[in-house]
């Protein structure tokens, strides 16, 4: 715990010191979506959806920022639709004033889902992993998204997402 609240200081002080490095924007793109686990029985097809929503940097230091995103996220499989809106919180690495690699927490909540045989968890846990480049304001991003918790209550079912998105900073 004093470990973690040292983190959100040295953030805190970091923000406030490179205010001026603040970015807001947009992105969406699409998702390939499927689930994973031990209980899963027989072939899966994956989920073609989308996502769209809200993105925010702020610059730690020239190389380092902080990356939260409000987005929408249509995932499942094939003929069973899971929508989250997911809050994913990135540590974004920048190299050659163009290219990044970030990762970090997914926090994931349902708002739309098409079970009827089981009630989902409402919660979802995930890791996001990626990779960005920025030209301008316009940046685009590839991204793997691994579930941690089980979707289902005690069953083996984690969701798994790949993105591609294209975005614009308005500011």
Do not use: C, W
């Not at 919180?89 to 290219?99: I, R, S, W, Y």
């Not at 926090?107 to 920025?134: C, K, M, Q, R």
């Amino acid at each position: 715990m004093k470990f973690f609240l040292l983190i959100i200081t040295i953030i805190g002080f970091s923000i406030s010191s490179n205010a001026q490095d603040i970015k807001f924007g947009f992105k969406g793109g699409v998702n390939f979506s499927t689930i994973n686990g031990n209980d899963i029985r027989g072939d899966i097809d994956g989920r073609t959806g989308y996502h769209i929503g809200a993105v925010a940097q702020v610059g730690l230091t020239d190389m380092l920022a902080l990356q939260p995103e409000l987005i929408y996220s249509a995932q499942g499989i094939k003929n069973l639709d899971i929508d989250y809106i997911n809050i994913p919180v990135l540590l974004k690495l920048k190299f050659a004033e163009l290219f990044s690699v970030e990762a970090g927490p997914q926090f994931g909540f349902i708002i739309n889902d098409e079970y009827t045989l089981v009630e989902p968890e409402g919660f979802d846990f995930s890791g996001a992993v990626g990779v960005g480049v920025e030209l301008g304001s316009f940046f685009g991003q590839l991204r793997y998204n691994i579930g941690f918790t089980d979707i289902v209550e005690n069953v083996d079912i984690k969701n798994s997402n790949f993105q591609v998105s294209v975005g614009y900073y308005i500011f």
